[in-house]
């Protein structure tokens, strides 16, 4: 039997379904190093903005039980250095390219659309509405139904390419179907779940904050059973909503997990930090495992949890 390992987001097919996860892997330059970077589904970017920016203070990184938490706060090089830049090289290495972005601002999200239109070679956009590393938290879109309309629509109205734009969602929501539902509505064909959870650690021995921002977001092993609840939510509202799904994968099985949820398509992330060839070990165990299990296809395990039988 012939095993398909392609997988579709939107209405973009990909070689296979694992990607990195955004700003696990900057662009991708440093992983190349150790493998191919067009071996991967797609390489997804770090959020990018309109303008230069340094992020939070340091530290921005805490240990935590099974995870960690982080408190960039959307370290970037802004749009203009990132096309300039980032783009001939991620096209030079023949990787599949999912740009992510993030504005302050709905206008913002409207102007970086326009910026991307036009740039051939983009397969997907991932417009991020759910850092939780913002000064402001009326800033995190996702968090409510009209904001996160409100970013996706700017983006839409503003491009004229024609690829998948997929929103990326936070879980700390009362009802992330709703919100799916509602960036579904403003023109997004896909949805990635889920980013960081807003957390924080206090040092008992300084008996203060361990990171400079206070609160950052929570990654890792820790928040797969959140991932595979929010994807199992949203798969049962809208099945024909694409899903990138994402938190605490390291291995194909934890894969196949978000796969049977309703996923078509896996970002690796924090794992990729304790072994860069975490996204490879994930793209062959994965393949491994649905061909053990008779599946025919990615395509035929997408969201297996929910059938009857
Ligand atoms: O840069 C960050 O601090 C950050 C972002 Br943009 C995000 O979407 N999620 C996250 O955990 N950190």
Redesign the pocket.
Known sequence: MSFDFSTQLGDKRFSNPIFTA??CAGSGKELAQFFALEELGGIVT??IMMKPRS??ATP?MAETPSGML??????GPGIDRFLADDIPWLKSQNATIVISI?GESVEDYGLLAKKLDGIPGISAIEI?I????VENRGQVFSCHVDTAYAAVNAVKTNLNLRIPLIA?LSPDVTNIADIAESVHSAGASGVALI??LLGMVIDTNTMKPKLAGKT??L?GPAIRPVAVRAIYQVHQRLPQLSILGMGGVASGRDALELILAGASGISVGTATFGNPLAAIKVKNELQDLLIEKGFASVAAAVGFAHRDS
């Open positions: 955004s700003g770090k959020s992020g939070r921005r982080n408190s960039i706060g959307l370290q993030a991020n759910s850092c939780p590393n990326k980013n960081t950052g977001g990654s």
